[in-house]
């Protein structure tokens, strides 16, 4: 976006243009550029001089509409804006501007032709959509539901486009040359978003908070209405939301309140079983035996008889076991010893 040295520098550049060919087209540039800065009287007279000298220009007429509409002066913007969407059906931007002079003259359907000719060329023109099913309410052709949800969808987007051009918008022009406030002209109705029927559609879709805001603005602006004063109040019954009875809320302390049952026991399913309690081990008196055997044996030498097995646990008894057998080799070698 252009700053506003930019826009001072044009205007010198194209001023001095025409000073020098006071036929030059560059009347419809300047005068542009003039409303930009918001220097409407000047851009209606040089757009006027130039229209005058270049009838057939439609850049020339264009700048001229633009001008006169700024300065209120409809019904000339009106007779230039007819010769530029005749000529240049495709010029979307007229054609709009078109369309909401004639609904502000009050001829409706002209005004709806012009929408509907700016949407062949721009479908996707939220903004034209909107003002077209706005005007359309007004004149009682209803929509398919579906359209009002494009409608609503298209409100949405405008809100961001427009805070988006706010942000740009901003420049700031040197205090030595302050511009021209742009009046509002006289006779125009309220804009195309802040009226009733928007509103209603809003209502008819459940955004009654965005219905209010609409509803709100209206009514600041004339604060008399009481008609609108009376919607308003409707919608706010509508809005405040219905008493709910409070729900059972369960708490820690109550959870303590309930008595817990005292567990039940539980049986065990297998019987533990007995203690393991080794059989003892009864030992024979193998010593004797291999005595009686042997020939020439003598009774002088005593065998140690094997000694008794003392009960032991049942992590010991492998071990006691094998100190008996061993027991019994040592008696059969000291046997042999002795032959």
């Not at 009347?27 to 057939?56: C, M, N, S, T, W």
């Not at 740009?168 to 029927?197: K, M, N, Q, R, Y």
């Not at 309140?257 to 080794?278: D, G, L, Q, R």
Request: hydrophobic share 40%.
């Amino acid at each position: 976006m252009q700053n506003s040295d930019s826009f001072w520098s044009d205007i010198k550049n194209l001023e001095g243009q025409l000073a020098k060919s006071p036929d030059s087209l560059c009347f419809a540039r300047l005068a542009e550029v003039y409303l930009k800065v918001g220097l409407i009287d000047d851009a209606l007279h040089v757009a006027r001089a130039g229209a005058q000298k270049h009838p057939r220009y439609l850049s020339g007429q264009k700048a001229l509409a633009m001008a006169c509409h700024a300065k209120g002066e409809n019904a000339e913007a009106l007779a230039a804006l007819e010769q530029v969407t005749e000529a240049l059906p495709e010029d979307v931007a007229s054609q709009k501007l078109l369309g909401r002079l004639l609904a502000e003259e009050g001829r409706q359907d002209d005004a709806r032709q012009a929408f509907k000719t700016a949407l062949e060329f721009a479908p996707d023109d939220a903004e034209c959509r909107i003002e077209l099913a706005s005007l359309e309410r007004s004149l009682g052709v209803t929509s398919a539901p579906d359209d009002d949800e494009e409608i609503i969808e298209d409100l949405e987007v405008l809100d961001e486009i427009e805070i988006v051009d706010e942000e740009e918008g901003e420049c700031d022009f040197p205090a030595s040359e302050p511009a021209e406030v742009l009046a509002p002209a006289a006779g125009l109705v309220h804009d195309p978003l802040s009226t009733g029927t928007l509103a209603e559609l809003y209502v008819t879709q459940g955004f009654i908070h965005k219905a209010l805001e609409i509803y709100r603005t209206i009514l600041a602006d004339n604060p008399g209405d009481t008609v609108t004063a009376q919607r308003v109040a409707e919608l706010e019954l509508l809005e405040r939301p219905e008493e709910v009875p409070p729900a059972f809320e369960y708490t820690f302390e109550e959870e303590a309140e309930v008595e817990a049952e005292p567990a039940v026991a539980i049986a065990p399913v297998f019987e533990a079983a007995p203690a393991f309690e080794p059989e003892p081990v009864i030992v024979a008196e193998p010593a004797a035996e291999v005595a009686g055997s042997v020939p020439g044996f003598s009774s002088e030498f005593q065998i140690d008889s094997a000694p008794e097995p003392a009960q032991v646990s049942s992590q010991g008894v492998a071990d006691n076991a094998l100190s008996t057998l061993e027991g019994w080799l040592e008696n059969i070698r000291r046997i042999k010893s002795c032959h």
